[in-house]
């Protein structure tokens, strides 16, 4: 069955970085995109990032645009989300997820989710 487990998350002052993981199996990972989403307690889940099953495109959230960058390893089936001058407001239950196909903003699947705690 799919499986989708991040790691790497925590505790990290303002201003710092943290780079997360998710190890993918179960499916073609190749085959589909991925992106990492977000949550804070009592809002929607927002789409942070997301990139192409080839790697070669990618989309962010205008709230993380210049500051995180998703990339993944297809011979490792592994996703990653590398978080930089995080800010207070960074701070929320990540998820990775899976698209439904190569390219796009749909998903049906998420792993268990990690928290990133951003504060001094």
């Known amino acids: 069955q799919v499986q989708l487990v991040e790691s790497g998350g925590g505790l990290v002052q303002p201003g710092g970085s943290l780079r997360v993981s998710c190890a993918a199996s179960?499916?073609?990972?190749?085959?589909?995109?991925m992106g990492w989403w977000r949550r804070d307690p009592g809002t929607e889940g927002e789409l942070v990032a997301n990139?192409?099953?080839?790697?070669?495109?990618?989309t962010y959230a205008e709230s993380v645009q210049g500051r995180f960058t998703i990339s993944r390893d297809n011979a490792k089936d592994t996703l990653y989300r590398q978080m930089n001058s995080l800010k207070p407001e960074d701070t929320a239950v990540y998820y990775c997820?899976?698209?439904?196909?190569?390219?796009?903003?749909?998903?049906?699947?998420w792993g268990q989710g990690t928290q990133v705690t951003v504060s001094s």
């Open positions: 179960g499916f073609a990972f190749r085959d589909y995109a």
């Open positions: 997820g899976k698209a439904s196909s190569v390219w796009g903003r749909n998903y049906d699947f």
């Open positions: 990139i192409r099953s080839d790697g070669a495109s990618t």
